[in-house]
């Protein structure tokens, strides 16, 4: 069974920057949280958790909601087994806790297949 680690949340002035950050672990011989697709998901106050972005197994692939691009990159470090989000730019809208999610399958798309592990979440307070 996969746990995923969210950390990196925390509160920032509106057009700054927070980098988060999922570590994979618990995975069984031969497996690797490094072989899953890994996508970053929010969920804002009164609303539906939604995604945010995704990225491929060895990062050939990426994906990004539309109102992330350009402000959001999602980036991986195999050594580390590790998913980093940076956001730049960040809005009042931004606000939300974010959950970093896991599946074997290697797509980077939101929705197509279901998402196998979940973090627990960390809370991201753009404030105004």
């Known amino acids: 069974q996969m746990q995923l680690q969210e950390s990196g949340g925390g509160l920032v002035q509106v057009g700054g920057s927070l980098k988060l950050s999922c570590v994979g672990s618990?995975?069984?011989?031969?497996?690797?949280?490094?072989?899953?697709?890994v996508a970053w998901f929010r969920r804002a106050p009164g609303a539906e958790r939604g995604f945010v972005a995704a990225i491929s197994w060895n990062s050939d692939l990426k994906n990004y909601a539309d109102s992330v691009k350009g402000r959001f990159a999602i980036s991986r470090d195999h050594s580390a087994n590790s998913v980093s989000l940076q956001m730049n730019s960040l809005k009042p809208e931004d606000t939300a806790v974010y959950f970093c999610a896991s599946r074997r399958i290697d797509s980077v798309d939101a929705v197509a297949y279901p998402w196998d592990y979940w973090g627990q979440g960390t809370q991201v307070t753009v404030a105004s």
């Open positions: 618990g995975v069984g011989a031969g497996e690797s949280f490094n072989y899953y697709a």
